[in-house]
Structures are given as C-alpha cells and as structure tokens.
C-alpha cells in the first residue's frame, strides 16, 4: 500500500498525541510511506515554530525525524500545480499524482474535504487505522 502522511500527522507524532500504530506502521512491511524536500522542510519548519515548543519534547524530535528519514521513500516532485484551496498543500497532491498514492492521511480539513485526487483516497489517520487493521 503506498501511502504519505502529511506533515501535521508527523508534527502530532512528536508532540506525542494519541497515534497509536504510528511506529508499527513505520516498520509495516506492506505499507510503503513517501515523501519529498517540501514534506521534510514543512515538517522542519514547523516542529520549530515557538508555539509549539511547549509541547515538543526535544527529546523525541531527533529520533522522530530520523524515523521520517529512515522509514520512507523520498522522491523528488516536480513543480506543483495550482491545485489546493490552501497552495501549502498543493505538493501534497502533486506527490500523490506522481508516485501513484492510495492514500494521503491528514488532518488538515480542506484536504479531507476533497475526499479524493485522482487515484488518491484522502482520509484521517483514524479513518486510516480503522482501515489499515479491519476495525470499525
């Protein structure tokens, strides 16, 4: 299955909300994680913003960065289009359309209103849970 979580999937990771699964599906075998520079910089960028630093234990955001590093496939994108309400989302979508997503895990409501782009599913990581490990 060939999946990418958004940055703010990761970014919930570090801050230590409840992603139970997140490191078992890190380490699925059947589950391929892409991602690319913008995804990795979004992620830099924002784990470093002073609001959250409250939340973040510096501890865990060395480690869980190089779980992004380690446990996906990076790929290069090429420029993205105009696609998205908000254009911070539109390599999310490029990168899907790209490396033939199934499905793009957010949290971000406008991407999740889109439910769909091309082959590409757009649901919650709840949603992808349920999905992932049969339960309802």
């Known amino acids: 299955m060939r999946v990418v979580f958004d940055a703010n999937i990761w970014i919930s990771y570090v801050i230590g909300k409840r992603l139970g699964n997140f490191r078992e599906l890190l380490l699925d075998p059947e589950l391929h994680i892409f991602t690319c520079d913008e995804l990795i910089i979004e992620f830099i960028e924002v784990s470093?913003?002073?609001?959250?630093?409250?939340?973040?234990?510096?501890?865990?955001?060395?480690?869980?960065?190089?779980q992004l590093w380690n446990y996906t496939n990076k790929v290069s994108i090429s420029k993205p289009l105009s696609i998205a309400?908000?254009?911070?989302?539109d390599?999310?979508?490029?990168?899907?359309?790209?490396?033939?997503?199934?499905?793009?895990?957010?949290?971000?409501k406008y991407?999740?209103?889109?439910?769909?782009?091309?082959q590409t599913k757009i649901i919650s990581y709840t949603d992808f849970i349920k999905l992932k490990f049969g339960l309802r």
Request: hydrophobic share 35%; proline share 8%.
């Open 91 to 108: 390599y999310l979508l490029q990168l899907c359309l790209e490396n033939n997503i199934e499905y793009l895990i957010t949290g971000d």
């Open 48 to 66: 470093t913003r002073p609001v959250l630093q409250k939340y973040i234990d510096p501890k865990r955001l060395d480690p869980i960065f190089e």
């Open 85 to 89: 309400i908000d254009p911070k989302d």
């Open 111 to 118: 991407l999740l209103d889109l439910i769909k782009y091309h």
